[in-house]
């Protein structure tokens, strides 16, 4: 009965991983280190938004991602063809379903390792760092455009997007050269009384940086560059604006007392609502932040 | 040392607590405006001065806040301890915190446009929603104080699966919700103080009122009922007044549940033995205590750099607290009839044993099969099917392992402490072994299986060694033991919520394995599961003498001939084994241990081998559904098997306990 079974990675690694646990670890750790990625792998699955978004930039559609169905909500762009498989949740990928697509490449973040032993019983891995606790999302976002365009042979892709990008920052950073002096604090609403604030290690502080803002929030922030934090931690003396970003929280209606009002950016009216963008993305998301902050400040901001 | 007279030792310990939050307080404050600002900050803030605004606006309702959730909470406490004779009892035991929780992430999920209105009214009645199911629950048995707590922690359990299932299912959209299961206190306007002051006074008011009635109701349950219905209609008054205002608090700052179990264990140990003393030192002293907290998280906020949920932070400080008292605290005899346990075995058990077995061995044939894909629903054959035992197969042995080996723990625990309350997770062995993957996942950086094992067994053993050696003072005598796990599990928990409340996203990783998924499971490691539940429930099947007896309590035991020092901690040591296994592929949220135990007994099977061997078909056949409706009801999503075996049991449960035996 097994004699049947296909001569894929799949079927020849599944079955030795039936034998000895020290045999079948051996055999997977030397799939995934002797680099047996297929010379221009076309079936795709992505477990992570960031690498899902820049493999579409660089004209590669991947086969299957996981939490497809919160695409819309968190990434709004690119546009998630129709044609990409939801694998399910982010932090267990559905394996059954894995094995239906038959890819020939996984790609994932260190942040997922626990899985990386399973998924080489799949196919191929590749672990991508964009956000590690090291801080420097855009550096890894770029290495990680590259390496996906070498991978896939589309590195002249890669290079015209990451061309595109800096030029993108380089005229935004132009555009808002009249407003640069006044710093900007990036906030999310968790609930009526806490907001999430972005601040060093985070992609968006990297941007800001490169497109001459200043960051508001000079305090620590975790891991994935942010600080959970009450409302009023936001009251400053200085002369700031506040960009909210407003992605499915319209729900969250916070206190707008006499505190809120007092807030210098309240009083001047420097509150700004952004669209959906992915706070924890790679390239795509940091030049679509860039050109939201544009769009919000450049055209107004110069007579502010 | 000077002798001080029991009656002053309650005021003497609240001026003390008093004179350290009022400096702390001063402390804070200090380090956020200068000294000769604060008059004009406190009173009538300048507008335009944002300093001001924030002392005005956010440090001084905080303060208040704190003073009155932790009067309620402790309030509360006092009464439901009082009202249901039990030591254990609190706001939490009604599930009214996880009521209110769950129905605010239903809310987010399904009609985000009514949290605009009324956000805490929706927690309100989630949590009413939450107690209305108890009183159901617990109706036909005359509102019985342990039914009610029953009931109470499995709706609580229930709500609790709902919520983190939700959090797993759309982990970007819940982040929130961990921040009010954590109870934090920010404020920003006056609101929860409005909200709070009026309806801790009503409460107040009316329990002082009672203050008759309710000491009364703490007599044992022969006397009180003695005296009259009027006792029954005065019970649930004032669990109903109790579970308003812990509503009010939950809907206005979160779940800070430690308050209302610790406080009113600290007013008892200071002396103030008489009910209408204590109804009067607890919200003095909750009210202290939850100032001292706040601001002692206000002041490691400017040190740390980074704010802890004030509800986590309560936990962790209170739960040592607990562990302390395990020792000294006077704990009422518990309402269990150990003759319970011993009615004679009513059914033909190897009948039944045998229908078990076939049961668990059709549903890991439908297990292995049936399934979905990409083109939909499918009975796997041939090729296909070798291709998916290979995934399918490791996750039905381990889910039936662990299943078997929590259900044999539970047995062997409830029989020890002659509590059908008692589960495994509860005595803090699964928190245990969430400890150690906390520390190598936020220590080391990475949760490899290969690291899970040793350490989730290293936080096992360590747990066991606290809760043993707490155990070991006092002869192992059960209702310690289990205070002690409680309190072991609550400091971990505490440091669970606070870690999820930080929004870190490894957090998820964490909660994933929590809730008992089988996904990581491999060969070798299903292999390991099955050889060690063998062995385990070998072990346990030998000790069956021993569980016949020890329910008979220590006067009989010891006529008898068994040594109950020996056969107490054999049985612990065997019971914490069974759970760090069970608890590594299940999870620290399945409550198979619960419910396997009590099925088993429903069905008659009384005597400890079939009830054993009941229990542990059970628990294997409870996982094994479990794991398969968890892998295709939300396809391609997969819910936890051990989220799924709370969610589909303990309704089951409820049920059951609901009917009259």
């Known amino acids: 009965m097994r004699k049947n079974r296909s001569t894929t990675v799949v079927g020849s690694d599944a079955r030795l991983s039936r034998r000895t646990f020290g045999q079948g670890l051996f055999i997977s750790l030397a799939l995934g280190n002797t680099g047996a990625i297929a010379a221009e792998p076309r079936r795709i699955v992505s477990l992570d938004f960031g690498l899902a978004e820049t493999l579409l930039e660089i004209g590669v559609v991947p086969v299957g991602l996981t939490a497809a169905d919160d695409w819309n909500d968190w990434v709004a762009e690119p546009r998630l063809p129709t044609s990409v498989v939801n694998l399910g949740g982010t932090f267990e990928p559905n394996v059954e379903l894995l094995l239906e697509l038959k890819p020939d490449l996984i790609l994932l973040t260190p942040y997922l390792a626990g899985l990386s032993d399973k998924l080489r019983r799949i196919a191929p891995i590749l672990s991508l760092p964009l956000y590690d606790g090291a801080g420097d999302p855009l550096k890894r976002a770029t290495e990680a455009a590259r390496h996906l365009g070498r991978i896939t042979g589309s590195s002249a892709a890669a290079e015209s997007l990451i061309t595109r990008i800096d030029a993108t920052f380089a005229r935004v950073r132009e555009r808002l050269r009249p407003v640069s002096t006044m710093p900007v604090c990036i906030v999310q609403f968790m609930d009526a009384r806490h907001v999430r604030v972005f601040g060093a290690k985070s992609m968006f502080q990297d941007v800001l940086d490169r ?57 001047r009216g420097r509150v700004t609502a952004l669209p959906p963008v992915l706070m924890f993305g790679a390239l795509p998301s940091a030049e679509r932040f860039a050109r939201l902050v544009d769009a919000q400040f450049a055209p107004a901001g110069v007579g502010d | 040392m000077i002798n001080i007279p029991p009656t002053y030792r309650p005021a003497i310990l609240a001026a003390g607590l008093g004179i350290a939050a009022l400096a702390l307080s001063v402390t804070t404050l200090a380090t956020r405006l200068p000294s000769e600002l604060w008059t004009s900050a406190l009173l009538e803030p300048p507008n335009d001065d944002i300093r001001q605004m924030v002392i005005h606006y956010s440090w001084l309702p905080r303060l208040i806040t704190s003073l009155l959730a ?47 209105g009324g956000r ?47 959090v797993l299912l759309k982990e970007r959209h819940f982040a929130g919700l961990f921040l009010w299961g954590n109870g934090s206190l920010n404020q920003q306007d006056f609101s929860a103080v409005t909200y709070l002051l009026p309806r801790l006074a009503l409460a107040l008011t009316i329990f002082i009122a009672m203050i008759r009635p309710l000491t009364l109701l703490g007599l044992d349950s022969a006397s009180a009922q003695g005296l009259g219905l009027r006792l029954g209609i005065a019970r ?156 399918r197969a490791p996750r039905v042995v381990a889910a039936t392992a662990a299943g078997a080996m929590l259900a044999a723990a539970g047995v062997l625990v409830q029989r020890l402490t002659g509590n059908p309350m008692a589960s495994p997770e509860i005595l803090g062995a699964s928190s245990g072994a969430a400890l150690g993957l906390i520390v190598a996942l936020f220590g080391i950086g990475e949760l490899g299986r290969e690291m899970a094992l040793p350490a989730s067994l290293v936080g096992v053993g360590l747990t066991l060694a606290a809760v043993l050696a707490l155990g070991r003072r006092t002869g192992f005598s059960p209702d310690r033991i289990l205070l002690a796990g409680i309190a072991v599990g609550a400091i971990i928990d505490a440091l669970i919520g606070f870690l999820t409340a930080s929004g870190d996203p490894r957090a998820m990783l964490l909660l994933t394995w929590l809730s008992g998924s089988t996904y990581g499971v491999d060969g070798p490691t299903a292999a390991a599961a099955a050889v060690t539940a063998f062995v385990l429930l070998s072990a346990a099947a030998l000790l069956t003498r021993w569980l016949d007896i020890l329910p008979l309590g220590p006067a009989v035991s010891q006529s008898i001939g068994v040594n109950t020092r020996w056969s107490r901690l054999g049985t612990l040591v065997l019971t914490a084994l069974l759970t760090a296994a069970g608890s590594l592929v299940a999870g620290t949220l399945s409550f198979v241990g619960l419910m396997a135990p009590h099925l088993a007994r429903r069905l008659g099977l009384e005597q400890a081998l079939f009830h054993l061997a009941g229990a542990a078909l059970f628990g294997g056949l409870i996982m094994v559904g479990a794991d398969w409706l968890g892998r295709i009801v939300l396809f391609p999503r997969q819910i936890p098997a051990g989220l799924v075996a709370t969610l589909v049991g303990v309704p089951m449960l409820m049920w059951l306990v609901a009917r009259k035996a």
Do not use: C, K
């Open chain 2, 70 to 116: 932790g009067a309620a909470l402790a309030l509360v406490g006092t009464v439901f301890q009082q009202i249901l004779r039990n030591p254990l009892a609190s706001p939490t035991t009604l599930g009214v915190e996880a009521g209110a929780n769950i129905s605010l992430a239903l809310a987010t999920l399904l009609v985000p446009s009514w949290l605009a």
């Open chain 2, 120 to 166: 805490e009214a929706i927690a309100f009645a989630g949590g009413l929603a939450a107690v209305g199911i108890v009183f159901a629950l617990s109706w036909r048995r005359g509102l019985d104080p342990l039914i009610v707590v029953l009931a109470g922690l499995l709706v609580g359990l229930f709500f609790g699966a709902i919520a983190a299932t939700l």
């Open chain 2, 236 to 391: 649930f008054a004032a669990l109903a007044v109790g579970v308003g205002l812990t509503a009010s608090v939950v809907s206005a700052v979160g779940i800070i549940g430690f308050v209302g179990l610790a406080v009113p264990a600290v007013v008892q140990l200071a002396g103030a033995r008489r009910f209408h003393d204590r109804l009067i030192w607890s919200p003095i002293l909750g009210a202290e205590l939850l100032w001292l907290a706040d601001q002692t998280v206000l002041a490691l906020d400017r040190i740390i750099d980074s704010e802890l949920p004030t509800g986590a932070f309560t936990a962790l400080a209170g739960a040592p607290v607990l562990l302390w008292l395990v020792r000294s605290v006077y704990l009422a005899p518990g309402p269990i009839q150990a003759a319970n346990y011993h009615r004679h075995q009513r059914v033909a058990a190897r009948p039944l044993l045998l229908g078990l077995t076939l049961l668990l061995a059709l549903a890991a044939i439908v297990s292995l099969t049936f399934g979905r894909g990409i083109d939909g629903w499918r009975w796997s054959t041939g090729s296909e099917f070798d291709m998916l035992l290979v995934w």
């Open chain 1, 211 to 267: 497109i001459g803002l200043t960051n508001a929030w000079t305090r620590e922030t975790n891991y994935w560059g942010f600080a959970t934090v009450g409302i009023e931690a936001l009251a400053t003396t200085a002369d700031i604006r506040l960009l909210r970003l407003a992605q499915a929280d319209d729900y969250i209606r916070f206190s707008q007392g006499p505190l809120w009002r007092s807030m210098p950016f309240v009083q």
